[in-house]
């Protein structure tokens, strides 16, 4: 976004509000608002929404570097920190 904020767009229905945005400088403000955070599982995010007391599921890319993002979700998972789940999970 040209003045370095979030362009995000979002939806309000029967009390859930959801956000959503492709990049973010800082995600600090939205972890600040949320209740619930679903990211894709990559540790920058995953560790900042933790850090931040916020319930997490982590949806990993499998695409990325030999998926990684799935052994961090799934052994945060394993230790109850957060919900992994795939993209076909969610629906």
């Known amino acids: 976004a040209p003045n370095g904020?979030?362009?995000a767009a979002g939806v309000s229905a029967n009390g859930l509000r959801v956000r959503w945005f492709r990049f973010a400088p800082s995600l600090a403000e939205f972890f600040a608002e949320a209740?619930?955070?679903i990211s894709?599982?990559?540790?920058g995010s995953a560790f900042e929404s933790l850090r931040a007391g916020r319930?997490?599921?982590a949806v990993p890319n499998p695409a990325l570097m030999d998926?990684?993002?799935r052994?961090?979700?799934e052994e945060l998972a394993k230790q109850g920190f957060c919900f992994c789940s795939t993209t076909d999970g969610l629906l």
């Not at 894709?40 to 540790?43: I, P, Q, Y």
Request: avoid cysteine; hydrophobic fraction near 40%; charge should be negative.
């Open 5 to 7: 904020r979030a362009e």
């Open 35 to 37: 209740s619930l955070v």
């Open 40 to 43: 894709h599982a990559g540790s």
């Open 55 to 57: 319930r997490l599921v």
């Open 67 to 69: 998926d990684h993002q």
């Open 71 to 73: 052994e961090l979700a």
